[in-house]
Every structure is written in structure tokens, then in C-alpha cells.
């Protein structure tokens, strides 16, 4: 059951690691709508935010598809009128690889979720937030390092596109606000880093718990 005493924190890619994490620790405060393709890993989400009392909506959507996300928007507007945060961590982690042998498929897909999504993504989502809301980005800055081609280069133009949404809206509102986590042992991490110790790594639900007041902030 909703919560509408509550306000709405839209966050995509929450199915795993900090986006899982981060709606989980909000759902203490707001009613979660949850986006992801990964129906289990949402129920599961829904299965913990509702143990500890709070709600959420899920959404298995593809963030990619403007059709659905067209509609999951208008759904919010039709119920709710708006939302107070936005929290993005959808993301597609390429493999590593040389830039001479990237893969088409893996590129194709690195630009697709990465960063052709936030130009539909961004549009449908400002109006939900107004004025007074927060959009959240985080950054990953391995753009310019050797063998990220896929992930690095989507990612830090979707980093870019965001600081651009941030200065336009800086005396108007949304406030957009990008973050930068520490090194967490996460899927996509370890895609990079087979071979690491995970033990040295920050654990998603720890990372979440440190970016959250500054989430929250004014």
C-alpha cells in the first residue's frame, strides 16, 4: 500500500548494488518507485523496504524504451503529481577491452543505457520534479583510461550531460546534484576487476548510508 503521506523517490536501476542499496535507505523517509529490468531483484528490494515498515511501487521497465518511460511518467503525474527525487544509477558496464577490438554489441548497448536513455530519461522526469526537487547522478570518472572505451567514454558523457542540466537549473530548480562513491563491491565492479579484494571495497549499503544526508540536502 502507498504511503502518500510520504514523498516519492523515482529511482532507476534499482535491482542491484547502489541503486538497491539507496532505495532501500530511503524508503525509511519516501515511497519508492523502483525501476529495473530485473523483476526478482525488485521484488526482493520490495520484500526489505516493506519488513521495515515502508513502500514502494516496482516498475520492470527499460530505462532505454522513451515509450515506457513515457508512460511510468504520465502514471506518476495521474497519481501523484510529482516527485521530490530522482536517483539514477541505471548503468551498462562494457567489458574491458583494447579500443581497436571494441565490441559493436557491447558499445551499442554502453550508449544506449549510458547515455542515449537521459535524453529522454531527463525530459519526462523535470516536470515530475518541479522546482523543488533533486535529481542525483554519480559519477565514475574512468573516462580516458585504458581498455574502459565502452564504459568509461558513456559514462563520463552522461556525467557531462548532467553538469550541463546542472548549471541551467541552478537558479531555478531542479536542483541536480552529482556524487561521486567510493569503490564498492558491486556486479559491475567486478566485471572490471575480477581478480580484486573485495574486502577492501565499500559494501553498497555502507556507501548508500554515507551519500544519503547529502542526497537528502537542501
Request: glycine share 8%.
Amino acid at each position: 500500500m502507498t504511503d502518500t503521506s510520504r514523498p516519492l523517490a523515482l529511482v532507476t536501476g534499482a535491482s542491484r548494488g547502489l541503486g538497491f542499496a539507496l532505495a532501500e535507505a530511503l524508503a525509511d523517509t519516501h515511497h519508492i518507485i523502483a525501476v529495473a529490468r530485473t523483476v526478482g531483484g525488485l521484488e526482493e528490494l520490495d520484500d526489505r523496504i516493506q519488513s521495515k515498515g515502508g513502500s514502494a511501487t516496482l516498475a520492470p521497465m527499460d530505462v532505454t524504451k522513451p515509450d515506457a518511460m513515457a508512460q511510468l511518467c504520465r502514471s506518476v503525474h495521474d497519481r501523484w503529481g510529482q516527485i521530490s527525487l530522482w536517483v539514477h544509477t541505471a548503468i551498462h558496464a562494457g567489458p574491458l577491452s583494447p579500443v581497436d577490438h571494441l565490441d559493436q554489441k557491447d558499445w551499442k548497448k554502453s550508449v544506449s543505457i549510458n547515455l542515449d536513455a537521459m535524453s529522454h530519461l531527463v525530459p519526462y522526469i523535470a516536470p515530475l520534479l518541479k522546482r523543488e526537487g533533486s535529481a542525483v547522478f554519480f559519477d565514475d570518472p574512468h573516462g580516458g583510461e585504458k581498455f574502459f572505451g565502452h564504459y568509461g567514454t558513456t559514462k563520463a558523457a552522461q556525467i557531462h550531460l548532467a553538469r550541463s542540466w546542472q548549471a541551467e537549473t541552478a537558479s531555478i530548480g531542479p536542483k541536480v546534484k552529482i556524487l561521486t562513491p567510493k569503490p564498492m563491491a558491486t556486479h559491475v565492479r567486478a566485471r572490471f576487476f575480477p581478480g580484486e579484494d573485495r574486502s577492501a571495497l565499500a559494501l553498497p549499503a555502507d556507501e548508500a548510508a554515507r551519500l544519503l544526508p547529502e542526497i537528502l540536502a537542501n
